[in-house]
């Protein structure tokens, strides 16, 4: 078994999503071949052999620096490591102690014999950890240090592709002292629109995952400066300007301006006019920037402030319009490249920005992209031409644009893809039948290879890969039985793209285990007729459940380019990719107990969370996960929900329900009766939805009237007015509904501490054959606004979830409380006869004699079982794996059937 050093996080700007891919790699590595090492690199630089636990935490600043570590914040800013200032060798050495083992590079060897790379932008995909392994003798994935430098240099890569005479967008640069050194901007942006012409795209360089990038469409100066200035992650504001905000205006200021993908981020420095600063006036902390700011408002001043490590210049090119599109290139087993299926990029905006590429439902990827057959051919020609032009080796991703005259503009080759399960990477790969796992293992393989031509330690590699090549043929020629399990994913709810992730990730873990062998269903249809079907790794891959029904529906046919593919890869899926789904097909629940032995039911709201599916499951005697069929139709329904906790002497929010009827009927008086209840802002959300979806605070009757008409309203297209007044977005979900349901809002009344969080469970039957409850440390839920958002709850690198939650610093304390918590936790979950897993989402008080009040918002019968999820990072600090948690809710569902059959 090959060891598999993980290498993720990194300093860079985009070490969330490093994070978060290191996480993907980390899981989807076949363990019947790789033993995967989390080596986690901090952002001043140290390697860690990070303890497994910290590795399934939402986002790097739930764990780092830990919470001990962490100074006083008035504001409850969160922070990265750099954030503490300077620390010494021996403050960092204690830092580290907490979540791992400090590395030394002349020891990789000693922990593993492959380095698998998700780091990103500068240090991760620009030569530097290349040559540091290489240096080491430790053989490692993708391309060489060569390729590396030349991939991460926006600018450096468009002189080359110049040069080899590739069709490439007008360019300029502008470097940070010439932009200080210009008096009145207007002149250097004039000279730039003269030179470029309108639109263009300003970027900052070395940057990835679109940081930094603004298009400008109109000689509007303001706009461009700022365009300019965001690239070269510099901010301006005046006293003022910083007067006019409110407290929380501030707070989410200084949030959004530390914020290392959208804003300028930290250490920063205020400058002069010119340019200058001086190192003393370092800010670290995001208080001190608060404190920095209000000086200068009193003094009516102005602060310009920089990112200490801020690109020296920017690059600006001219617009390329047309279709744009990503396309993965691999390295066949002849050497030579192969262009997969490019995938069109369809966004809501001018800039396929962070959210748009990590979080499903928010931008569409269409494969093959929508151009005719010879225009496809001529992308991919272009794609392979680059990837040897610049040295590449193994795989890459190359983004671009084709025009209608079938002209290709080639703008952004990458060394290194992102990992997440939605990413590029993946998605073609599934073109051509392979799923995660099996892409790893190729990457590996194919990468030490590519390692044993450089002449260095080559017996040593050929032995490493002689190895491989045995194990992955006695893995084919295995005939271990393995349980089947249909994972059912999908439906028609406003979480459908969230039981998605879910269950694509439910099927990742599932198919790396050497216990199972998924088998990925898809629901559609309606709440009286379940549509299922069976469908091949492609589809179950697409980037959203709109698209997957889409596919499906169309007969799954492949386009004739994918065909041609298949082809071309046809010796790579041949060693790596067993029997396979190649078409999707439907499938009864009378067949599909015929097909598999159990089934995980990832589906979220109605269908799936109401008992529908598990009545139909019954009947066919499967077994399934979660709760039974009476305590899934009790707990979709919150107004009930409610109702019964409050019998049962359990503390809830206040409520009310508004109905349809009603409304139409008699709509002022409803409203009437809701503000003699309650007292703005309220709360209003769907009844029976979760996922925050239409989870909207209520200021107003203005506010409340345009929720209800948005609610009832006639057809699925947003009202112009009402969704205006609530602000909502474009690509946000707001479900039609009959009812819904009024709560007060639930604040601190006269305790001492006050916090949000979600706490999850886990049954069991024991000897006796008796239902036994294990609930888990809670997590600490941080809103960046009024409600926990969709991207908060799911979307790696977004939200901050602290487990266990904080209720004191004094430790005796924190037992205690979490003690009452917990019980009220399970009580809750007994009262409503929850079983198999669940999460419960709440409210506590904490008094001046810690007695807590936990006040129950709302029961997740299935939880989301995406990568970020908070509940493995729970599961986590009671020894689950996320596969062991998965495996265990698979087990009591075993348990359950056998015992009522």
Same mark, same amino acid.
């Given at each position: 078994? +090959?060891?598999?050093?993980?290498?993720?996080?990194?300093?860079?700007?985009?070490?969330?999503?490093?994070?978060?891919?290191?996480?993907?790699?980390?899981?989807?590595?076949?363990?019947?071949?790789?033993?995967?090492?989390?080596?986690?690199?901090?952002?001043?630089?140290?390697?860690?052999?990070?303890?497994?636990?910290?590795?399934?935490?939402?986002?790097?600043?739930?764990?780092?620096?830990?919470?001990?570590?962490?100074?006083?914040?008035?504001?409850?800013?969160?922070?990265?490591?750099?954030?503490?200032?300077?620390?010494?060798?021996?403050? &960092?050495?204690?830092?580290?102690?907490?979540?791992?083992?400090?590395?030394?590079?002349?020891?990789?060897?000693?922990?593993?014999?492959?380095?698998?790379?998700?780091?990103?932008?500068?240090?991760?995909?620009?030569?530097?950890?290349?040559?540091?392994?290489?240096?080491? @003798?430790?053989?490692?994935?993708?391309?060489?240090? $060569?390729?590396?430098?030349?991939?991460?240099?926006?600018?450096?890569?468009?002189?080359?592709?110049?040069?080899?005479?590739?069709?490439? =967008?007008?360019?300029?640069?502008?470097?940070?002292?010439?932009?200080?050194?210009?008096?009145?901007?207007?002149?250097?942006?004039?000279?730039?629109?003269?030179?470029?012409?309108? =639109?263009?795209?300003?970027?900052?360089?070395?940057?990835?995952?679109?940081?930094?990038?603004?298009?400008?469409?109109?000689?509007?100066?303001?706009?461009?400066?700022?365009?300019?200035?965001?690239?070269?992650?510099?901010?301006?504001?005046?006293?003022?300007?910083?007067?006019?905000?409110?407290?929380?205006?501030?707070?989410?200021?200084?949030?959004?301006?530390?914020?290392?993908?959208?804003?300028?981020?930290?250490?920063?420095?205020?400058?002069?006019?010119?340019?200058?600063?001086?190192?003393?006036?370092?800010?670290?902390?995001?208080?001190?920037?608060?404190?920095?700011?209000?000086?200068?408002?009193?003094?009516?001043?102005?602060?310009?402030?920089?990112?200490?490590?801020?690109?020296?210049?920017? $690059?600006?090119?001219?617009?390329?319009?047309?279709?744009?599109?990503?396309?993965?290139?691999?390295?066949?087993?002849?050497?030579?490249?192969?262009?997969?299926?490019?995938?069109?990029?369809?966004?809501?905006?001018?800039?396929?920005?962070?959210?748009?590429?990590?979080?499903?439902?928010?931008?569409?990827?269409?494969?093959?992209?929508?151009?005719?057959?010879?225009?496809?051919?001529?992308?991919?020609?272009?794609?392979?031409?680059?990837?040897?032009? +610049?040295?590449?080796?193994?795989?890459?991703?190359?983004?671009?644009?084709?025009?209608?005259?079938?002209?290709?503009?080639?703008?952004?080759?990458?060394?290194?893809? @992102?990992? $997440?399960?939605?990413?590029?990477?993946?998605?073609?790969?599934?073109?051509?039948?392979?799923?995660?796992?099996?892409?790893?293992?190729?990457?590996?393989?194919?990468?030490?290879?590519?390692?044993?031509?450089?002449?260095?330690?080559?017996?040593?590699?050929?032995?490493?890969?002689?190895?491989?090549?045995?194990?992955?043929?006695?893995?084919?020629?295995?005939?271990?039985?393995?349980?089947?399990?249909?994972?059912?994913?999908?439906?028609?709810?406003?979480?459908?793209?969230?039981?998605?992730?879910?269950?694509?990730?439910?099927?990742?873990?599932?198919?790396?285990?050497?216990?199972?062998? #998924?088998?990925?269903?898809? +629901?559609?249809?309606?709440?009286?007729?379940?549509?299922?079907?069976?469908?091949?790794?492609?589809?179950?891959?697409?980037?959203?459940?709109?698209?997957?029904?889409?596919?499906?529906?169309?007969?799954?046919?492949?386009? #004739?380019?994918? &065909?041609?593919?298949?082809?071309?890869?046809?010796?790579?899926?041949?060693?790596?990719?067993?029997?396979?789904?190649?078409?999707?097909?439907?499938?009864?629940?009378?067949?599909?107990?015929?097909?598999?032995?159990?089934?995980?039911?990832?589906?979220?709201?109605?269908?799936?969370?109401?008992?529908?599916?598990?009545?139909?499951?019954?009947?066919?005697?499967?077994?399934?996960?979660?709760?039974?069929?009476?305590?899934?139709?009790?707990?979709?329904?919150?107004?009930?929900?409610?109702?019964?906790?409050?019998?049962?002497?359990?503390?809830?929010?206040?409520?009310?329900?508004?109905?349809?009827?009603?409304?139409?009927?008699?709509?002022?008086?409803?409203?009437?009766?809701?503000?003699?209840?309650?007292?703005? #802002?309220?709360?209003?959300?769907?009844?029976?939805?979760?996922?925050?979806?239409?989870?909207?605070?209520?200021?107003?009757?203005?506010?409340?009237?345009?929720?209800?008409?948005?609610?009832?309203?006639?057809?699925?297209?947003?009202?112009?007015? =009402?969704?205006?007044?609530?602000?909502?977005?474009?690509?946000?979900?707001?479900?039609?509904?009959?009812?819904?349901?009024?709560?007060?809002?639930?604040?601190?009344?006269?305790?001492?501490?006050?916090?949000?969080?979600?706490?999850?469970?886990?049954?069991?039957?024991?000897?006796?054959?008796?239902?036994?409850?294990?609930?888990?440390?809670?997590?600490?839920?941080?809103?960046?606004?009024?409600?926990?958002? +969709?991207?908060?709850?799911?979307?790696?690198?977004?939200?901050?979830?602290?487990? =266990?939650?904080?209720?004191?610093?004094?430790?005796?304390?924190?037992?205690?409380?979490?003690?009452?918590?917990?019980?009220?936790?399970?009580?809750?979950?007994?009262?409503?006869?929850?079983?198999?897993?669940?999460?419960?989402?709440?409210?506590?008080?904490? /008094?001046?004699?810690?007695?807590?009040?936990?006040?129950?918002?709302?029961?997740?019968?299935?939880?989301?079982?995406?990568?970020?999820?908070?509940? /493995?990072?729970?599961?986590? %600090?009671?020894?689950?794996?996320?596969?062991? /948690?998965?495996?265990? %809710?698979?087990?009591?569902?075993?348990?359950?059937?056998?015992?009522?059959?």
């Amino acid at each position: 078994m +090959l060891k598999v050093g993980i290498i993720f996080g990194g300093p860079s700007r985009e070490r969330e999503i490093s994070f978060a891919g290191g996480r993907t790699v980390y899981d989807n590595l076949n363990k019947s071949l790789f033993e995967p090492v989390p080596i986690f690199v901090d952002s001043l630089g140290n390697f860690i052999l990070l303890n497994w636990e910290f590795i399934y935490k939402g986002t790097i600043r739930d764990f780092y620096p830990p919470v001990s570590a962490l100074p006083a914040s008035a504001h409850g800013f969160q922070i990265y490591l750099e954030s503490l200032g300077k620390l010494s060798e021996e403050e &960092q050495d204690k830092i580290i102690s907490q979540v791992g083992k400090k590395v030394e590079p002349k020891d990789f060897a000693n922990l593993f014999e492959f380095a698998f790379l998700t780091l990103h932008g500068p240090a991760g995909e620009d030569g530097s950890i290349q040559g540091l392994l290489e240096w080491y @003798g430790i053989p490692y994935s993708g391309s060489g240090i $060569l390729s590396s430098a030349i991939g991460v240099s926006k600018t450096t890569q468009k002189e080359l592709m110049r040069a080899a005479g590739f069709a490439t =967008p007008k360019t300029t640069t502008i470097s940070r002292d010439q932009w200080f050194a210009t008096d009145y901007k207007g002149d250097l942006i004039s000279k730039v629109i003269h030179q470029i012409g309108l =639109p263009f795209v300003v970027k900052a360089p070395n940057q990835g995952s679109s940081i930094g990038v603004s298009v400008v469409t109109e000689n509007e100066m303001q706009h461009i400066v700022g365009a300019i200035n965001r690239s070269f992650f510099i901010q301006e504001i005046t006293g003022g300007e910083w007067q006019k905000y409110t407290e929380e205006q501030k707070v989410r200021f200084i949030t959004s301006l530390t914020d290392i993908r959208e804003g300028i981020g930290l250490p920063c420095l205020p400058l002069s006019e010119d340019g200058q600063a001086s190192l003393s006036d370092i800010i670290y902390h995001p208080e001190e920037l608060y404190i920095y700011l209000e000086k200068v408002a009193q003094q009516g001043g102005k602060a310009i402030l920089a990112n200490l490590n801020g690109e020296e210049e920017v $690059l600006i090119e001219g617009f390329l319009p047309g279709k744009e599109f990503s396309c993965i290139v691999i390295q066949g087993e002849d050497g030579q490249p192969i262009a997969l299926p490019p995938t069109q990029i369809i966004k809501g905006g001018n800039v396929f920005d962070y959210r748009s590429k990590y979080l499903p439902g928010m931008s569409r990827k269409v494969t093959p992209i929508d151009v005719p057959d010879n225009h496809l051919e001529v992308i991919r020609k272009e794609c392979c031409r680059l990837f040897k032009a +610049l040295h590449f080796n193994v795989y890459a991703r190359i983004d671009g644009f084709i025009n209608s005259l079938g002209e290709v503009f080639l703008n952004d080759p990458n060394t290194t893809s @992102g990992m $997440l399960p939605s990413s590029f990477f993946f998605h073609q790969a599934a073109e051509i039948g392979m799923n995660p796992s099996q892409f790893l293992t190729y990457i590996i393989r194919t990468s030490l290879v590519e390692r044993t031509k450089a002449g260095k330690n080559s017996t040593f590699l050929k032995s490493k890969l002689k190895s491989l090549d045995n194990a992955i043929s006695a893995l084919h020629s295995s005939e271990v039985q393995k349980t089947r399990v249909g994972v059912i994913m999908g439906g028609f709810s406003s979480e459908r793209h969230i039981s998605v992730e879910s269950g694509r990730n439910i099927y990742e873990k599932l198919a790396s285990s050497g216990k199972y062998d #998924p088998f990925p269903v898809f +629901l559609t249809g309606t709440e009286q007729q379940h549509e299922l079907y069976v469908m091949p790794i492609n589809i179950m891959l697409k980037d959203n459940a709109d698209d997957i029904k889409e596919k499906i529906l169309s007969g799954g046919k492949k386009h #004739p380019i994918i &065909q041609q593919i298949g082809q071309e890869t046809k010796s790579i899926t041949e060693k790596y990719v067993g029997k396979a789904i190649e078409y999707p097909y439907a499938i009864s629940y009378h067949e599909l107990a015929d097909a598999v032995d159990e089934v995980f039911i990832a589906l979220h709201g109605r269908p799936g969370e109401d008992g529908a599916v598990q009545s139909e499951l019954e009947k066919v005697g499967l077994s399934y996960n979660g709760s039974g069929v009476e305590s899934s139709q009790t707990t979709i329904n919150k107004y009930e929900t409610n109702k019964i906790l409050r019998s049962h002497g359990i503390s809830v929010a206040n409520h009310d329900v508004v109905y349809q009827t009603e409304w139409e009927k008699d709509s002022e008086g409803v409203v009437k009766r809701l503000e003699s209840q309650f007292s703005y #802002p309220i709360i209003a959300k769907p009844a029976d939805d979760g996922c925050s979806s239409a989870v909207k605070k209520i200021d107003s009757r203005e506010e409340l009237i345009a929720f209800a008409q948005m609610m009832f309203r006639p057809t699925l297209a947003f009202l112009q007015g =009402p969704s205006q007044i609530l602000e909502l977005k474009a690509s946000e979900e707001f479900p039609q509904k009959s009812w819904f349901l009024v709560e007060e809002l639930i604040s601190r009344k006269g305790a001492k501490h006050f916090l949000e969080i979600t706490g999850g469970l886990l049954t069991k039957l024991n000897q006796a054959g008796e239902l036994e409850y294990e609930v888990f440390e809670p997590s600490e839920a941080l809103a960046s606004g009024e409600i926990l958002s +969709l991207e908060e709850k799911f979307l790696a690198g977004e939200g901050q979830n602290i487990t =266990p939650a904080r209720f004191s610093k004094d430790q005796e304390a924190q037992k205690y409380i979490s003690q009452q918590v917990r019980a009220t936790l399970q009580k809750t979950a007994e009262i409503l006869h929850v079983e198999g897993y669940a999460r419960i989402d709440a409210f506590v008080r904490i /008094f001046d004699d810690n007695r807590a009040e936990t006040i129950i918002i709302e029961v997740n019968s299935l939880p989301g079982m995406t990568p970020a999820t908070c509940i /493995f990072h729970q599961t986590a %600090i009671n020894g689950y794996k996320p596969y062991q /948690f998965i495996d265990a %809710i698979l087990e009591y569902g075993r348990q359950r059937s056998s015992v009522t059959q």
